[in-house]
T-cell receptor, first 116, second 111 residues
Framework: GAVVSQHPSWVICKSGTSVKIECRSLDFQATTMFWYRQFPKQSLMLMATSNEGSKATYEQGVEKDKFLINHASLTLSTLTVTSAHPEDSSFYIC????????????FGPGTRLTVL | SQQGEEDPQALSIQEGENATMNCSYKTSINNLQWYRQNSGRGLVHLILIRSNEREKHSGRLRVTLDTSKKSSSLLITASRAADTASYFCATDAGGYQKVTFGTGTKLQVIP
């Protein structure tokens, strides 16, 4: 089946630094990738939708200058949390879809970000 | 927002018992899906039910959908300790509409 990986699986950083998270589709080409954030004991909240080669579409309330998304190829999307602060500590999950419909998403294992 | 609300928020049962969790949503949908998430891990897709379907089975899972009540239920029969996880419903309006996740039910199956 379709496999999505994320790297790193966890990261600890100091406040003010930037962190990059990678999301890769391993055995398929992902036309669209999604980034979600999940706070402890809460649901997944969509942050942004990215299509290969174009700018990401951010959800209301998500700062595009703080959460930089690059979808440079059909198998790789990156999320960079710039100038991270403790309130950015969360579980970040990416997903990918292989065709036009958004309902069939394959999820990565998530990245736990802790900002000290 | 058409985020689903799930109940109960938490459920604890003995191994072998059945577990039922419910999802309610606010707006019309094309599809409803159920996912499982083990603690600190990604999501595993369990089952998708379309708006024109009323019931679907997959192994020990049974999903129902009542579009008139905007609700769905997930039944796990003969539960196992390995079923311990959080379960989320997710809805979408089809095509390029985003998928919206419910609040989740945390299931604990006691061996």
């Amino acid at each position: 089946g379709a496999v999505v990986s994320q790297h790193p699986s966890w990261v600890i950083c100091k406040s003010g630094t930037s962190v990059k998270i990678e999301c890769r589709s391993l055995d398929f080409q992902a036309t669209t990738m999604f980034w979600y954030r999940q706070f402890p004991k809460q649901s997944l909240m969509l942050m942004a939708t990215s299509n290969e080669g174009s700018k990401a579409t951010y959800e209301q309330g998500v700062e595009k200058d703080k959460f930089l998304i690059n979808h440079a190829s059909l198998t790789l999307s990156t999320l960079t949390v710039t100038s991270a602060h403790p309130e950015d500590s969360s579980f970040y999950i990416c997903s990918a879809t292989t065709h036009g419909s958004y309902n069939e998403q394959f999820f990565g294992p998530g990245t736990r970000l802790t900002v000290l | 927002s058409q985020q689903g609300e799930e109940d109960p928020q938490a459920l604890s049962i003995q191994e072998g018992e059945n577990a039922t969790m419910n999802c309610s949503y606010k707006t019309s949908i094309n599809n409803l899906q159920w996912y499982r998430q083990n603690s600190g891990r990604g999501l595993v897709h369990l089952i998708l039910i379309r708006s024109n379907e009323r019931e679907k089975h997959s192994g020990r899972l049974r999903v129902t959908l009542d579009t008139s009540k905007k609700s769905s239920s997930l039944l796990i029969t003969a539960s196992r300790a390995a079923d311990t996880a959080s379960y989320f419903c997710a809805t979408d309006a089809g095509g390029y509409q985003k998928v919206t996740f419910g609040t989740g039910t945390k299931l604990q199956v006691i061996p």
